[in-house]
Each structure stands twice: as structure tokens, then as C-alpha cells.
């Protein structure tokens, strides 16, 4: 079945080579590069994926999760962040503020692809995680 | 308490002296067969004799009766505590003292030179983290390696890719390796220059080090400027308190003079105060002599913590530093500050109003309000001079003052000279996407007559952007959530490569520009 992912990623060539794998997965993918254009892309979109990066310019991930989890049309779209940072701070940030899974750069394409096939099949959340 | 072989001392020293203990007992006018019951610690020996004996033998008698070795049996049993696996029993530890004190000694300076090398690399570790410059680099090596990795990946796992496609993903591993090896280069260069080192440059940097370890707030200062309060009988003590106890309790007597620096109280039975102070300049001063005298124990305590503190030099500096904390502590109550910083949402003039402190007192006084169950806003603090020379560096999680050269020139900080005494703030959007609201003031230190020049400092407070709604300042950028000043932390760590105002060139160049963020005026309430 066709599922929409976006990916906020800043870093294109990242970005070519995660339209390369979902798109080999049957999936539809779209992405932006700017933490500003993320939430009028959900809106145009409906992804059923964000997979977010945690350093964007002009807004950061950390942000863009909170108002995600604070809009009540976008509560349950599930998020995979994507961070260049594994310390502890960080990962405990993003799941007081209700990330679904997180992975850290450098990742492997097939942990990724298999994190994100095992989101889709997941159903959605019903309450928000954050606080 | 075991006894300390004094026997045993005895014995030694008369062996290095080559004599018999006929020959000694003879000189000190005991029998032989008494002074072989003292050698062997079969009879206890002090006193007069204990002193013919040490002059017999040319020593001091504190070398017999091991007073001198006090310090050395402590420092012993302190390391048995240490490594559970060692005989903690002191009887050995005397032993060991009375057969080899040279072995006891090495020993113990071997510990040190353990622990100091632990220290230094935790130290390290410590810096390594907290770097801007390190964190650009360590960002942009990742995302590089992340993205040769995953085509890497591709190239392999995927045989069936037409011939212009893995070309074209071969390529991009072949630009992103170049990329990573110069990042790697810049990042070798960094370690084995500045912040790479084992120690801090100067004592100012490792106060810096000691507060920032601390996050800026050190629960016994507070508890002890509570109970100096409580015994002044006020809810904030004026300064003719402070005076009056300082006179009463310590005998100390003020004088204000008319130019030059306040003596330090230790000195004298006289205070002298710089007349040219501002009334809160002046009370503080009062009040840092007060703690300095009724904190003695706990200040010199608190600063000869040899992890960060390496000289004579720096520990009175950082005794210097946490009297200035506790005058702070005593000034400006924690809980009545907190709830008033929370009902005036952070206004550093209304806060100064209320408390009759400083504008850079209350600044300052913000940054420490972290008492982990009464949090209040984190803060990070900075203080420039008009030559933009940097001093008291505070930093929080994200937001961390640069530690050698200057900060981003875009920064408010600087921008606050133009308007002395004005609030100038700022929305500053980071490289990597992260917001923070800096708040910067421009501040006269002393009063000073006309055609005198005066002493100007500017000074910054900021914080995550996501505390602006609890604050006043973030109000102007309330409407926007977005908006704000594309900056960074300092030009070297900098990815913005167009930007107008760089310094110096970034060590490594990234896609990050200043035009891809939408700007918004710098606000000037």
C-alpha cells in the first residue's frame, strides 16, 4: 500500500538517499530543507510519516515536534527524528516531547528502512506522548 | 588510635647514624636494655627523653613521634577508603610509615599523579563537549559520513541500478569522503591547538569552568546567606546592617574613600569602600566583605577544589568569585527573587527596582536560580567591555558562550553600546536551527565627574527561545514564532559564509546562509 513520507533534512544529499530507499519501497516521498516549511508541508501533503532532522535552519526539530504534538489535527502523526546528536539530553528531550523512534546519523539504510516500515504498520497513536 | 612506632623511628635513625644502642643509651643516659624495650615498642616514650634522644640523634622529635607523619597516615587511610580493595587498618598504614616512609610517599604521589591524569581527561572530555566550534564540526562529520555510508550502502545492496544513477551516487561519495577528510583535518587542528590542551589558560577561564561544572548555583552558598539573614534579622539587609554587623561581629570599621579599590577586608580592621560606587555597587561590596568573613571556612573550602583549580592565583580569584555569589544570595533571597522574576516575567529594571540591586547583579543573579525543584528560566550570561574583551561566562545546555576570541558581532552584546542603559534584545536564529532570545544592557560601573572617563561593560543574558513566552523581552517576537536575527556562536565554529560581519573563516563551509532565514528588525523596547 502507497504511503506518503516527508523528510525535514537540510543536508540534500541525505535527503537523495532516503528518496532513493523509501521510494524503492513503494512509498511517496516529499521533502523540505527548512524548519519553517515543515508544517505547511504536512498540511498540504497528510503524510502518514514525518521523518524530521533535529538541526534545521530557522526552526529547529525540537520545536517543530512540540507544535506537532500541541495541534490537534497533527497530534498522531507518528515522527521519526533524525539527529546527528545521541547524547542522553537530547534523546530524553525528544521523548518527553513524544517521538514515536529516533535514529542517529550515521544510520544504516536497512535499520532505517525496516524503523520505518515497522511505524507505518503501527497503529496510530491515540493520545499524544509529549507532557 | 594506634600508637605511632616511635620505637621503630628510633631504631632507623640510630642505624643511619651508625650507632650501637649501647652508644645511644649511654648518650642519653638510659640502660641498653631500656632503650631496647623502646625500640621495640614495648615501652611508651615522650617527653624529656624523647627529646635527648632526637637531639642524640641530630632530628626533630616531631621525626620520632610521628607528628610529623600525621598528615601522611591521614592521606593514607583516605586512599585505603578509596580502593576498597586496600588493608584500610591505620596500625599498617603507621607501619608502612615507620619501615619506608620514602615507599609511602612515592606511593601517594603515584595516586596523585593518577587522579590528576584522571581529572585532566574528564576535564577534556568535559571541554570536548561543550566546544561550539567542536559541535559544528562533529555535526557536519556526521551528516558527511552519514550520507557516504547510506550511498555506500545503495552501491552495494542495489546491483540493478542503471549505469547514470550509480555514477552519479558514486560520485557523491567520492565528494562527501573529500568533504569528511578536510572536516577530519579541521577538527585534528582544533584538538591539537586551544581547547584541545589539559588546562585552562588562565585562572579566570578555570572559574569559568568551576561555576559553569556547577551550573552556576551552589546550594551551601544559599543555605549559609539564608542563615546569615536570619541573623540580621532581615528579609533583605540594608547596608547600614551590613556595615553595623561588620562593625559589631568583626570589628571592622567602613570608610568610603574617594577613588580606588576596596582593600580586602582580611587586611585591615578598616573597609574601604570606593566612594564613586552607585548605592547598589556600594551595598554589595559591603556585602561581599560580610561573607567573605562569616563564609571564610566554606569559601576557601569550596575554592581549593584542585579539579579545576590549579594555582594560588586562581583559588583566590574563585573565593573571590563565590563571595560574590553568596553576597548575591544574601541580597536577593532565592525564593522571594524567583517569585518576583516569574510576576515580572523576567524585567531586569523592574527586578533592580524592587531589590535595589544593579542591573548586572540581578543579571547575574538570574543565571544562578537553578535549584533543581525551583528552577527558574536557564540563563546564559556574558560580559563584554567596548573593546569587546569577554569576561564571566556562564553557559546553559544549548547556549554556550565562546570561550577563545570574540562572540558572534551580531549578537546584541555588542550592539548595546550604541545605547547605554537601553534593553536591547534579539531573536538569534543559530546555523544549525536553534533559537535564542538574547536580552544585552550596556552598564556604567562607578560614577564619575565630568571629562572623566567612564568604566562602560555591556552585559548579555539568553536563553532558549522556548522559555520566550515566560519572559518580557520575547514578547517582540511573539507574533512570528519563526522570525528573527540569522547569527551564530562565533565566526570559526560559523557555517553562515555569506555573512557580512565575519571575523574569521569557518573551518569548515556548509550549506547554512544568512539569507535563508526570513529577518525581523532587532527589537528595542
Redesign the interface.
Known sequence: MLRRILIAEDEPYIVESLTFLLSREGHQVTAVGDGAAVLPAITRSRPDLLILDIMLPTANGFEILAEIRHNMALKTLPVMVLTAKGQDADRRRMTDLGVDDFVTKPFSNHDLVTRVARLLEAPRRMTSGGR | MTRFPTGGQIRQQRRKKRLTQSALAAAVGISTAYLNLIENEKRPIGGALLKRIAAALGVEPSHLSGSENLRLTQDLLELARIYPDMPAEEDQALQLIAAAPDWARAFLQLHRRYRDATETASALSDRLSQDSALIGL??AI??R???????A??LE??PDLKAPRRRRYAG?VAT?AEQLATGVRAMVDLLSSGPGSAMPASPEDEIDDFINYHRSHFPALEEAADALRRRLGGERPSAAVIAERLRTAHNLIIRDEAAGEAADPEDSAIIRIDGTLPEPSRRFALARALVGLEFGDLLAEMAADRRFISSDAAEALCRRALAGYAAGALLFPYDGFLAAAERWRYDLDRLAQQFGGSIEQIAHRLVTLRRPEAEGVPFAFLRSDPAGNLSKRFST?GLHMPRFGGACPLWPLYAAFRTPDRVVTQMA?M?????YLLIARCVAKRVVGYGQPETLFSIMIGCD??HSSRIVYGDAYARD??SGTPAGFACRSCSRVDCPQRAHPAILAS??STK???LSPQAMP
Not at chain 2, 559520513?145 to 550511498?151: E, K, L, M, V
Not at chain 2, 546555523?431 to 533559537?435: A, L, M, N, V
Open positions: 562533529s555535526h556526521l551528516s559520513s552519514t550520507a557516504i555510508r547510506s550511498f550502502e545503495i545492496q542495489y557523491i562527501e545546555l536564529l546555523p544549525e536551527g536553534e533559537r527561545a522556548i514564532p519563526r550549506t547554512a535563508d532565514t526570513r
